[in-house]
């Protein structure tokens, strides 16, 4: 696949520090044409018209020549399910100014540490790129975007992608501090605020966001009618989370806003999210919003709605404004989702219910040694590729982040493409673990996947621990040891002239082998896979689970364990780990799975009667694991951990019955596809 040329590049000459000047009137109409554009080439030949007056205008013929021309859309950003995704939201910060009930724990969440974060070129780089593959709008999030200290600079970088296909530049935000930064906001091209909102009562508003700020809010809301009365054209959209009992009383005052205010008022079911102690309870739906409105203006009036949106629309006649439903809850609006999410650490999420997420800023600081890009950095870059464009520096050396480009856009494809058709429905959700909802558009978030309610309750408590963050923090100090360890084997080995051991039955080997995923200064890293081709790869790996009885496998036979079917829940935890293994071991490529198959087998003898143990073979469940994919790497690690995560879900259910049991011989048995071939355990 061709890769689409990068724009990264478009604000090279851009100064660092951007001062803000106050629009005069003429700017203010020739930001608003600008901003009426539809194409990036249009808003290019609008610009090269203010330079040159007597431009003539654009003809008919033109206009079809470069529609003949136009590309496909990106095949990276377009799912399973043919959904383009062209639309992004980036969280530039995990900090809020609020504490609103539903969206953060009252305790607060707690932040990541400053290099966790992605750095301002990180933002400009990402948005750059997938700009470039075709996405034309962005929408800045938080936390509260206003509280990030450069979101002005940021938001003028971002800006500058405009010629390169950006159309959109948005922002979500509390409205507390954004009258102060809104002038600059609109020369930097915002084109629209979504402001969150959920009473028109100060003091209502102090007990649901626990803090101040109800007349800055209102500020704010003016400035943007009066920007937009001198022709800024900010497409201004309240959203009101509606909660039983706290603030549905307030629908039909919302509603009133609308009558001359142009303004779009969105009332949002309640959603769950970790800490918001969601119930069903709270959620006042969609057709309650509807039946309360009809009540005091049965005239409401359905407006057709585009492709892609996330709300139902209505309108009162007569009323300058509109009223929107976003119906997450009740009805999902998945089918046509075109978004992605980056959130502030990094990690590309590419549902808002979901808790699959992989990350980007790991891949792009590759780059840097691994380590942040900061302006420095970024300014380096961009002289290495402005060197390379006048042939300064031999074609064949790496530049910038070229080679981070295509791993970058090859993860980004492989999740996009691992989006489900829709998210899960209610009676599940509230029970899925997510991000708290101030952290989504940011803290690590759990892996554990959707799965329904009954087989949460079954599987696997081994498994879950390890999936616990203090865990993961102790599986990242082990992975730091086990470095450390490495390297001081690889001094000893070069000491004593000797070479490491390769694959099993001979398959390489030899002096001077290199670890793949250890760099010669013995830090971990992902092994690039960009310019392997895509076979068809298979691999199977077995282990056991022996029991210290023959009890246990009697009662798994006659189905008798009180968790459940033993083999059927390990089965499924098997598959499902299968295609979890990115998220879990920190190396590995995401994968199209196109097969998991877990088989499980009951050996040995059972219990003579009376407890006294076996009166045959050792009793125990065979397990063996097969995955298949067409990838251009190797699915081994799919096949072990879908073995060990039904063999830790034996030992799970069937503890209670058998503290002896032993988890034994994990091993890949065969493996075929790829460069090396097919090779198999005798």
């Known amino acids: ?135 034309s709008k962005i929408r800045l999030t938080g936390g509260e975007p206003t509280v990030r200290r450069d979101i002005l600079p940021l938001m003028h970088q971002i800006g500058a992608l405009r010629p390169q296909g950006l159309r959109e530049l948005c922002i979500t935000t509390n409205g507390i ?186 891949i792009l600081r590759k780059s840097n040694s691994g380590e942040p890009i900061d302006e420095e950095a970024f300014e380096a870059m961009k002289q290495i590729e402005m060197d390379r464009r006048q042939g300064l520096v031999a074609s064949g050396q790496p530049l910038g982040i070229a080679p981070n480009e295509a791993e970058l856009l090859d993860v980004i494809g492989a999740a996009v493409k691992r989006k489900k058709a829709k998210h899960a429905g209610l009676g599940e959700l509230e029970h899925m673990k997510n991000r708290p909802m101030i952290l989504i558009d940011d803290l690590r978030a759990s892996l554990t996947g959707p799965m329904p309610a009954k087989m949460r309750l079954q599987v696997s408590g081994a498994m879950a621990h390890l999936l616990r963050p203090g865990v993961q923090g102790t599986m990242r100090g082990h992975l730091g040891e086990h470095r450390r360890s490495l390297c001081t084997s690889r001094r000893m080995a070069k000491d004593n002239g000797q070479g490491s051991s390769g694959p099993p ?68 935890a098997g598959i499902m780990a299968a295609k979890r293994t990115p998220d879990l071991i920190p190396l590995c490529h995401p994968i199209a799975v196109s097969h998991v198959s877990v088989d499980l087998e009951a050996t040995g003898a059972e219990d003579d009667g009376d407890g006294g143990g076996p009166s045959g073979g050792s009793p125990g469940i065979e397990i063996r694991a097969t995955v298949t994919c067409d990838g251009k790497t190797g699915v081994e690690m799919e096949a072990m951990t879908a073995a060990s995560a039904a063999a830790l879900t034996v030992y799970d259910m069937c503890k209670a019955v058998d503290k002896g049991m032993r988890i034994e011989g994990l091993r890949v048995v065969l493996k075929d596809g790829g460069k090396s071939g097919r090779w198999e355990m005798e």
């Open 505 to 572: 039955h001979g398959q390489g080997g030899g002096e001077g082998v290199q670890l793949t995923h250890v760099s010669e200064a013995g830090s971990a890293r992902m092994v690039s896979i960009s310019e392997k081709q895509v076979t068809s790869r298979v691999a199977t790996a077995a282990c056991s689970v022996r029991f210290s009885s023959g009890k246990a496998l009697r009662l798994i036979r006659e189905n008798q364990m009180k968790k459940g079917d033993v083999l059927g829940v390990a089965r499924v």
């Open 177 to 362: 501090s954004l009258h102060r930064k809104l002038d600059s906001m609109v020369e930097a091209g915002l084109t629209g605020v979504n402001l969150s909102l959920d009473t028109l009562d100060p003091w209502q508003f102090q007990i649901m966001t626990r803090r101040k700020g109800f007349d800055a809010v209102q500020k704010s809301i003016e400035r943007i009618l009066e920007l937009n009365k001198q022709g800024a054209g900010i497409k201004l959209k309240i959203n009101c989370v509606v909660m039983r009992g706290v603030n549905d009383r307030e629908v039909i005052p919302f509603v009133e806003m609308t009558r001359e205010k142009d303004i779009e008022i969105r009332f949002i079911e309640y959603m769950p999210f970790d800490g918001n102690k969601w119930n069903q309870g709270k959620m006042f739906s969609y057709a309650e919003m509807l039946d309360l409105i009809r009540s005091k203006y049965p005239e409401l009036e359905k407006v057709q709605d585009h492709k892609n949106d996330t709300s139902k629309t209505w309108r009162i006649p007569g009323f300058t404004g509109r009223i929107g439903f976003i119906t997450s809850m009740t009805h999902n609006f998945c089918g046509t989702c075109n978004r992605l999410r980056i959130t502030g650490d990094g990690n590309l999420k590419v549902c808002l219910f979901g808790n699959a997420e992989v990350s980007l800023r790991d």
């Open 1 to 135: 696949m061709q890769v689409t040329p990068r724009a990264m590049l478009a604000t090279a000459l851009r100064p660092a520090s951007l001062r803000y000047h106050r629009p005069s009137s003429a700017s203010w109409a020739s930001i608003t044409r600008l901003r009426c554009l539809g194409t990036a080439s249009l808003a290019h030949d609008a610009v090269a018209s203010e330079v040159a007056t007597s431009a003539a205008p654009t003809t008919s013929s033109s206009r079809r020549e470069r529609l003949r021309r136009a590309k496909p859309f990106s095949e990276f950003l377009t799912d399973t399910f043919h959904r383009q995704h062209d639309y992004l939201r980036i969280s530039v910060t995990e900090r809020c100014n609020l504490r609103c009930v539903y969206c953060m724990p009252e305790e607060g969440v707690p932040l990541s540490p400053n290099r966790e974060l992605l750095t301002t070129p990180e933002i400009a780089m990402l948005a750059s790129l997938f700009v470039g593959q075709g996405v």
